[in-house]
């Protein structure tokens, strides 16, 4: 494979060392920074990840955008075998080696990564922007399709509406409405964003799109990626 990537040194191969490593990595994530200011000049980068169960392989996409032009300027790729069994909770364990060797292959350092999947909004509150965030020292965001276990009143009808994303009392993200007429996407705090700030870009980033286009680009390109490896 072209793209082919190495898994990073002593890289968990148990559940039982990955939340270990959980454990040990939680407590790096820093929530107290409010990250880029929404509408200034930006390079945002998506992340997404496509399997092939049937070759056992993995293929991650990296694409930068300028985040006022939503102008690629940026992408990169890398194909590999699955490292990790499928663990609910754990899901960063296999996604964030190719993840991190198409980041590391961009032509451009971004200011602001986004992840398709979650930050706090995990059960452990450590999800797959949490954990790249700590790894990387990105700002990083989490904006999921689903609302994973968390409960949730649905949002007002209009673009930019929200409403809190609920484990308990705590607010560990929102629902927020990027188009009129369709389901929210949940966005969560990953690693030095605040939550409004999150939510801001996100909206920024879809203009025309339930999905941010971050995640539409490295959704296409990482499913290309995993066509052509192997």
Same mark, same amino acid.
């Given at each position: 494979m072209s793209d082919a990537y190495d898994l &990073?040194?002593?890289? &968990?191969?148990? !559940?039982? @060392?990955?939340?270990? *490593?959980?454990? !040990?990595?939680?407590?790096? /994530? /820093?929530?107290?920074e409010p990250g880029p200011p929404p509408g200034g000049p930006l390079v945002v980068a998506g992340v997404d990840v496509a399997y092939d169960d049937g070759r056992d392989l993995v293929a991650a996409a990296a694409v930068a955008l300028d985040a006022l032009t939503l102008e690629v300027v940026g992408e990169a790729t890398a194909t590999g075998r699955v490292s990790f069994p499928y663990v609910p909770g754990l899901l960063a364990f296999r996604e964030i080696p190719a993840v991190l060797a198409a980041l590391d292959r961009l032509p451009v350092t971004p200011g602001l $990564? *986004?992840?398709?999947g979650y930050g706090l909004a995990h059960p452990r509150r450590f999800g797959l922007a949490s954990h790249l965030g700590v790894l990387t020292g990105?700002?990083?965001?989490? /904006?999921?399709?689903?609302?994973?276990?968390?409960?949730? !009143?649905?949002?007002?009808?209009?673009? =930019?509406?929200?409403?809190?994303?609920?484990?308990? @009392? !705590? @607010? *560990? =993200?929102?629902?927020?409405?990027?188009?009129?007429g369709v389901?929210? /996407?949940? $966005?969560? $705090?990953g690693h030095r964003v605040s939550l409004d700030h999150a939510c801001a870009h996100t909206l920024r980033l879809s203009p025309r799109y339930r999905i941010p286009e971050t995640t539409r680009a490295a959704d296409s390109l990482c499913r290309r990626a995993l066509l052509a490896g192997g």
């Open positions: &990073p040194p002593d890289w &968990p191969t148990t !559940e039982m @060392e990955a939340r270990a *490593v959980q454990d !040990e990595l939680r407590g790096r /994530v /820093v929530l107290d $990564v *986004v992840c398709d990105l700002p990083t965001i989490g /904006v999921a399709k689903n609302p994973f276990t968390f409960r949730h !009143e649905p949002p007002g009808p209009h673009r =930019g509406d929200a409403s809190p994303l609920l484990d308990g @009392e !705590e @607010e *560990v =993200g929102r629902a927020l409405r990027t188009q009129q389901k929210p /996407v949940f $966005v969560s $705090v």
